[in-house]
């Protein structure tokens, strides 16, 4: 019963360059939340989706990071033109439709900007 | 604004002392409440769960945690630390009416031999 997957674990981007993270929910899940932990904080949040919505953005930067959750595949998290400051933990959680309360996550994508 | 606040920053304890760490809620309606750990290079795992019914909350590796509602409080607890408890505790809420989770900012627990 496979959890929540993430990848890659570790993604070392430079200045400028593209950055995606992949996230597969648990099967059966189709609720995707993505969080970014910066160092010394907590997890906030930044996007939740459903199968092919965006359902709240309220947490996302206005430019350069976006997501999606296509009706195949996994939810990628697309950050253009990185900065030092996008340097962070993104962690993928997902629920099932019933109960978005109970979230599962997954193991993280450690993203470097040098 | 609905929020979550963790007193401890870090907390440096000897094997086999009691740990408790505070968790403080901002909200007046429906709330439920979760203690998570990330173990160093790990991801979060849930140690707890409050949705409602007793207040005083058993969960995974001998943690507990007691829901008081007048104090909007969730502190976790355990009797006796390891120095396998060494981790990042993150308390955690859901609003009624929201959708994510959130997160305080964590309290770091060293267990010293």
């Known amino acids: 019963n496979a959890g929540v997957m993430q990848n890659p674990r570790h993604l070392v981007r430079r200045r400028g360059q593209e950055a995606r993270l992949r996230c597969s929910p648990m099967?059966?899940?189709?609720?995707v939340y993505w969080y970014r932990q910066l160092p010394e904080e907590g997890l906030k949040f930044m996007v939740y989706l459903q199968k092919e919505n965006i359902i709240d953005e309220s947490g996302m930067p206005k430019e350069r990071f976006s997501a999606e959750f296509p009706k195949e595949g996994p939810s990628i998290l697309r950050i253009q033109q990185v900065v030092r400051g996008d340097s962070a933990a993104y962690f993928c959680?997902?629920?099932?439709?019933?109960?978005?309360?109970?979230?599962?996550f997954g193991p993280g994508t450690r993203l470097t900007v040098t | 604004a609905q929020s979550v606040s963790q007193h401890n920053h870090h907390v440096i304890l000897s094997e086999a002392a009691s740990l408790e760490l505070g968790c403080n809620y901002s909200y007046g309606g429906t709330v439920n409440l979760f203690w998570y750990v990330q173990y160093p290079g790990q991801h979060l795992q849930l140690l707890l769960k409050y949705f409602s019914g007793d207040p005083l909350v058993k969960g995974i590796k001998g943690f507990e945690a007691e829901f008081i509602k007048s104090k909007f409080s969730f502190n976790l607890r355990k009797p006796s630390v390891q120095w396998s408890d060494t981790a990042e505790y993150f308390c955690a809420a859901w609003f009624s009416g929201n959708t994510p989770l959130v997160f305080g900012k964590g309290t770091r627990l060293s267990v010293i031999a």
């Open positions: 099967k059966g899940h189709s609720h």
């Open positions: 959680a997902s629920s099932s439709g019933s109960s978005s309360y109970e979230q599962y």
